[in-house]
């Protein structure tokens, strides 16, 4: 991997076979033409259903885009205020900029697949940095939101509170199945302190009433499409679409998410400089969620006992001074992220100064120990990318429970990844870790509602398909 490679002028059309849109110059996008050499093929493929509704969804973006005939009429309503219109032939979704990385890249996967199920065009609020990070992903048009769109100084007062919100709307009486006029704009809150009136959003009656609207406002930090399985009208062309269930998220993100150049550069080479050389790759993703940085001996022993304990590393060779000294030794490479450098450190003294009862040598690398989470600054939420994208790289992915940082890591990898649990009490948890059921994200706030019984229900035991994560009990995942 990453020999030189030719990147002039266009793309071949292969679009009816390939998931990633053709059409693009490209210089403009490294990744998207580079990534092949750095991680091996997918084991799975997309359905041709899938691929026909990704270039129709292109065909749409590209009618109705920024700056187009149909997205000004369109956007003219919001700035008339009229109840009563014409139906618009464009119909939008607007995700609004929210949370960290992580999260933001499984929100925009959920909307995105949202805007394909009921036609509409997903347009992303630049926030401080999307348009740094990932290229454009559909050709001949933009995604990012125009910055003099009418409503985009209010999008950060938008809260669960909000007067304009479908959920708030139904609670005040201001829509409902029978009203004959609808406003021309719903702002959706599907943030994980929403309440029972915004979770009627994943109800069948609900959606007919908020399709409604040519423009819905949708802030979320959440990984919602396991619920949209669970929508009756929403489930036949879901199952079309995806076949093999766990494959969503992963299918969506290498389609969507590309580095730009600049973050392109991070990784490729880190790549070429440490892991290149390795027989084996294994990624290790440490999230502690605690207001205190310093690093843990708890989380330490734990990633020891869960990596030795389920043979993803080696164990030491207390009896020997020295092993198997041979040109055939296997060298591990081990790339660790954390905002701590304490981790890595310990993990390399360990077989620094101990060999291996394998014979192996271990490396270990980390990119950047930042220390805290800042969302708000650049170059902090390139790393944060850059570091996702190199554990998707990896052939071996242990990643921390609660964490969206390493969900997108072993969906666009697509690996299922060994779980660490989450400690209480600052102690090692029994059993240290666990392999996932799937390589799919968890929906960490889920609705728990029977939109025909009006009841409370377990949406985790409803179909074979979506079940409770492992981790974190009341979360779903698709299996
Ligand atoms: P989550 O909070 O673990 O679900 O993941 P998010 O990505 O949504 O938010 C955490 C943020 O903290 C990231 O976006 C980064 O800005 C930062 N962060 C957390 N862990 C790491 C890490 O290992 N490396 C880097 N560079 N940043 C991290």
Not at 85 to 105: A, P, Q, R, T
Not at 319 to 332: F, S
Request: proline content about 6%.
């Amino acid at each position: 991997s990453g020999e030189s490679h030719q990147s002039v002028g266009h793309d071949e059309d292969n679009s009816a076979t390939e998931l990633l849109a053709t059409g693009f110059e490209m210089d403009s996008c490294l990744s998207r033409y580079q990534s092949k050499l750095y991680r091996k093929e997918s084991p799975y493929k997309p359905s041709a259903l899938l691929l026909s509704k990704l270039r129709s969804y292109e065909a749409l973006h590209k009618r109705c885009g920024p700056h187009t005939l149909s997205y000004n009429t369109t956007v003219e309503l919001l700035r008339s205020g009229h109840e009563h219109y014409e139906v618009s032939d464009c119909n939008y979704l607007v995700w609004i900029s929210f949370s960290g990385l992580g999260n933001k890249i499984l929100s925009i996967a959920s909307a995105f697949l949202y805007a394909l199920l009921t036609d509409r065009v997903l347009l992303i609020d630049c926030g401080t940095d999307i348009g740094d990070l990932f290229c454009e992903p559909f050709p001949d048009t933009a995604w990012l939101l125009p910055l003099d769109f009418p409503l985009i100084d209010q999008f950060h007062n938008f809260d669960q509170k909000s007067p304009q919100s479908y959920g708030n709307m139904l609670r005040n009486n201001m829509i409902s199945n029978s009203s004959s006029s609808h406003p021309p704009w719903t702002y959706l809150h599907l943030v994980h302190d929403y309440d029972d009136y915004d979770k009627l959003f994943f109800c069948d009656q609900d959606q007919s009433i908020i399709q409604r609207a040519p423009w819905l406002i949708m802030k979320t930090d959440n990984y919602f499409i396991p619920s949209l399985f669970l929508i009756p009208s929403f489930e036949q062309q879901l199952n079309n679409l995806f076949p093999q269930k766990e494959t969503v998220f992963h299918f969506l993100g290498r389609y969507l998410f590309h580095p730009t150049n600049l973050v392109w550069g991070l990784i490729a080479r880190y790549y070429d400089t440490y892991l290149a050389k390795a027989n084996e790759k294994i990624g290790i993703q440490i999230r502690v969620f605690d207001t205190d940085p310093r690093p843990f001996q708890h989380v330490f022993d734990q990633i020891v006992a869960c990596t030795v304990k389920e043979g993803l590393l080696p164990e030491l060779n207390a009896k020997e001074e020295v092993t198997n000294l041979g040109a055939n030794q296997k060298l591990k490479a081990v790339l660790v992220t954390s905002l701590s450098s304490g981790y890595s450190e310990k993990l390399k003294s360990m077989y620094w100064d101990n060999p291996t009862v394998t014979g192996e040598v271990i490396s270990v690398y980390q990119p950047s120990h930042e220390g805290y989470q800042n969302t708000e600054n650049q170059i902090h939420n390139k790393k944060a990318w850059a570091e996702m994208y190199l554990l998707s790289l990896t052939d071996v992915l242990v990643t921390s429970s609660w964490s969206t940082f390493g969900y997108v890591a072993q969906g666009i990898g697509g690996l299922k990844p060994w779980l660490l649990y989450k400690p209480e009490n600052r102690t090692v948890p029994n059993p240290p870790c666990s392999r996932d059921i799937s390589m799919e994200p968890c929906f960490h706030a889920p609705p728990f509602y029977d939109c025909k019984a009006k009841t409370g229900v377990d949406t985790g035991k409803i179909v074979p398909h979506v079940r409770h994560c492992q981790g974190m009990g009341w979360g779903l995942k698709l299996v």
